[in-house]
């Protein structure tokens, strides 16, 4: 299978501890979406379902840190996940983990890598 790279969004789009981008993963299924942040300067991707419940993770399309701007919220079930590994630190899927994405960052844009 050859890997497939395309742009999601521009590096100045992500602001470090704001607003997350969602973007579509057809390569995933039908309806699948996943969202890219920024925190503490470098750009993390997963798949925008929570690892309790497979429900996205954001209620207001890409608010996806907790207020203190320190975790990803699921703003359903409230399960806290650390930003730059996906993992679960609070709430009813503590120990599990987002699926991570393949983003890189090549300023001036924000790319995935995927499989097609």
């Known amino acids: 299978m050859a890997g497939t790279q395309r742009v999601?969004?521009?590096s100045a789009d992500l602001l470090d501890g704001?607003?997350?981008?969602?973007?579509a993963l057809p390569e995933l299924g039908e309806g699948v979406t996943g969202f890219a942040?920024?925190?503490?300067g470098k750009v993390?991707?997963?798949?925008?379902?929570?690892?309790?419940?497979?429900?996205?993770?954001?209620?207001n399309h890409g608010d996806f840190f907790d207020v203190t701007g320190q975790y990803?919220?699921?703003?359903?079930?409230?399960?806290?996940?650390q930003p730059e590994s996906g993992?679960?630190?609070?709430?009813?899927?503590r120990g599990q983990a987002l699926e991570a994405l393949p983003i890189e960052?090549?300023?001036p844009q924000v790319l995935i890598n995927l499989e097609s």
């Open 8 to 10: 999601i969004c521009l």
């Open 18 to 23: 704001g607003k997350g981008l969602r973007f």
């Open 37 to 40: 942040v920024r925190f503490q």
């Open 44 to 59: 993390y991707g997963y798949v925008n379902r929570c690892a309790h419940i497979p429900i996205e993770l954001d209620w």
């Open 72 to 81: 990803l919220i699921c703003a359903t079930h409230g399960a806290h996940y």
């Open 87 to 93: 993992y679960c630190v609070f709430g009813p899927c």
């Open 105 to 107: 960052e090549q300023a």
